[in-house]
């Protein structure tokens, strides 16, 4: 069921959706939080997700079950610079897999659910947000990879993004699959001829456990859908909240650091400095993907051309390997995995 | 009502439910129902009749249905042959679309008639000591529930808690969710929950699985037979905790702790969990 509220019934015309969850980061999430207060979007519309959605919590009074708590599912809606747009903040995830067929389960409904309330709102376009984890170096910003659904919309994507923000397409046949419902939403778009985008912010995939949100990868999706919408943002306030995550996370550093023996310490951030370079991405693919699944670093040319020629520690003593990057990676994921459990 | 349910195999005669309970238990409870459902097993005579489930719940890795004995690995229900229409569940958790699970369960439980009411039974760890009774909680899915169950079970003592389980942040769990499903059909549903020491999750409390097995004997209205064999074991635990605990003065202080009421740290309880299963070693299946 869709409930509408009344300020907003009358739908607004040719408006532009982002629709973000927390993930990776909580890059999408904190982008579209960014949204509703720099729009001063309000709610108009929201659905009952009880069907499709595990509980977030449960009120209990003296043993008896009190009331069953469902994530919200509001958009929100606002007019900013002479544009429409809607903003929903998903606050459910589902653990989609690989494997999971797409028509008959629950997320590819609510998917449909959250498409027709965005259309009964005068959606026409959607823009889905997220993190996306990349050998890059906490010390620099975020890029952003996008997908879309229409390859027309992917060259006008392409366009304009490439020159700042490029990363790469992302629908690239080996690195098409975008978990979650930020992938799904666009898949069920193209259901219905609706086009469907995806901004991915780049967070360091050392980072995988770090307790907090990572804002440089949700100014990257902010910058990046604001070229491809024409609009601009004053990014004071969270440009503040990338101040305080860099302190945070040079602290974590700091403390993992001190925590090493000297010999080790000297090799774990030599090969977390590498990153500073930022290699080809491409050449990174298979070292990327080991350390995803979990595997030993296979033999890889790019990254050894990398750590041989493009390293700023040439000294053959001081040469590091593939297994050194890998393992420097490995290690700072573990400790902040450990620290996050404290 | 929408029957999506996958029933992955039927057999021909279905229970007939006149007002009788069902129990549900899951095999993959962190605390192991291994030993419980082996009891029921025997003493109840069971009789599968459906296997329920499918890929979308939950990866299966194959049915096998042994009706000499409990070997399973996907979800299943169950008919007593002692006391027809009482009926139980074992259950694998779902991993996915667990509200099209649930209302699969039930679609399934009103199919069969009548039921009294749904029980399901789990054991938490909690603080408390391994030479202390098993202590247990019951969370109703209405205050009606709540009324009838205590008219009809004044014998069973239940503890009150005011908080736990269940906080407004945290996810419920499957059970809960089970119940508040269930009293939106109007069917009753009791979650009982056995207290179990947290250091002896490390094997089976076969003392707390005991005790479960007296309530589910209550509820089912089945005589409770002393399980001699059972409590030989869970004094055998009993005995090997007291061995252990004295073996270091830290557990010693820990457990006194524990028994006098006061609550212990995080990092407490890991300590004691760790010293244990240094002893001891990691259990084994």
């Known amino acids: 069921m869709i409930r509408k509220s009344r300020k907003d019934s009358a739908k607004s015309r040719n408006a532009i959706m982002f629709a973000a969850w927390e993930g990776v980061g909580k890059a999408g999430y904190l982008a579209a939080e960014f949204l509703i207060k720099a729009m001063d979007a309000r709610p108009a519309a929201e659905i009952d997700s009880s069907e499709y959605i595990y509980p977030s919590g449960i009120i209990i009074e003296n043993n008896v079950i009190k009331q069953m708590i469902f994530p919200e599912s509001i958009f929100y809606s606002a007019e900013y610079q002479g544009k429409n747009f809607i903003i929903f903040p998903g606050k459910f995830q589902f653990p989609i897999t690989k494997e999971m067929p797409a028509s008959s389960n629950p997320a590819y409904q609510y998917a449909c659910k959250i498409l027709d309330a965005a259309e009964s709102l005068g959606c026409r376009e959607i823009f889905t947000a997220g993190g996306i984890f990349t050998m890059i170096h906490h010390s620099m910003d975020s890029g952003t990879a996008w997908g879309s659904n229409d390859p027309f919309k992917m060259t006008e994507l392409n366009m304009t993004l490439s020159g700042e923000y490029g990363l790469k397409d992302i629908l690239h046949p080996k690195t098409a699959f975008i978990t979650g419902m930020n992938g799904i939403l666009p898949y069920a778009a193209s259901d219905r001829e609706l086009t469907a985008s995806v901004l991915l912010g780049e967070v360091p995939i050392y980072l995988q456990s770090l307790p907090s949100p990572y804002p440089k990868a949700s100014k990257s999706i902010l910058k990046s859908f604001a070229a491809a919408t024409g609009i601009t943002f004053d990014y004071q306030e969270i440009d503040a909240m990338i101040k305080d995550s860099d302190r945070e996370i040079e602290t974590l550093m700091s403390n993992f650091k001190s925590s090493l023996p000297p010999k080790e310490r000297r090799s774990i951030f030599k090969g977390i400095e590498l990153l500073k370079k930022k290699p080809d991405f491409k050449n990174l693919d298979k070292v990327f993907e080991d350390i995803m699944e979990n595997r030993d670093v296979q033999d890889n040319e790019g990254l050894s051309e990398i750590c041989e020629n493009r390293s700023p520690l040439s000294d053959k003593s001081e040469e590091l390997t593939q297994e050194d990057v890998k393992q420097a990676i490995v290690d700072i994921e573990s400790f902040f995995r450990q620290e996050n459990d404290k | ?285």
Not at chain 2, 149 to 155: C, I, L
Request: with cysteine; glycine share 6%.
């Open chain 2, 1 to 285: 009502m929408k029957r999506r349910y996958k029933i992955r195999k039927q057999v021909d005669s279905f229970p007939v439910a006149e007002n009788s309970p069902a129990i549900i238990l899951w095999q993959d409870d962190p605390n192991g129902t291994k030993v419980l459902m082996k009891m029921i097993d025997e003493s109840e005579d069971l009789r599968p009749f459906i296997v329920f489930g499918s890929p979308e719940f939950r990866p299966t890795e194959g049915i096998d249905l042994n009706p000499g004995g409990l070997k399973r690995n996907d979800s299943v229900f169950l008919e007593s042959g002692k006391r027809p229409g009482n009926i139980f569940f074992f259950g694998n958790k779902p991993e996915f679309c667990q509200s099209e699970y649930i209302d699969g369960m039930l679609n399934i439980l009103q199919d069969c008639g009548t039921i009294s009411c749904i029980y399901t039974i789990s054991c938490i760890p909690a603080q408390t000591s391994h030479r202390h009774p098993r202590k247990s909680l019951f969370i109703f899915n209405s205050e009606q529930c709540r009324q009838r169950f205590n008219e009809k079970f004044k014998n069973i003592k239940n503890k009150e808690f005011s908080t736990m389980p269940g906080m407004p942040q945290e996810a419920p769990s499957i059970n809960l969710y089970l119940a508040w499903k269930a009293a939106q059909r109007g069917i009753d549903c009791v979650n009982v929950i056995i207290e179990s020491p947290f250091y002896s999750v490390i094997s089976e409390d076969v003392a707390a699985e005991t005790e479960a097995m007296r309530i589910i004997k209550k509820l089912t209205s089945g005589r409770y037979r002393k399980d001699e064999k059972a409590d030989l074991i869970a004094q055998h635990q009993k005995e090997a905790l007291d061995l252990i605990i004295k073996r270091s003065e830290d557990l010693t202080d820990y457990v006194e702790k524990i028994e006098s009421g006061e609550m212990l740290s995080f990092e407490e309880m890991q300590l004691i969990i760790s010293e244990i299963k240094r002893i001891i070693g990691e259990p084994h299946d």
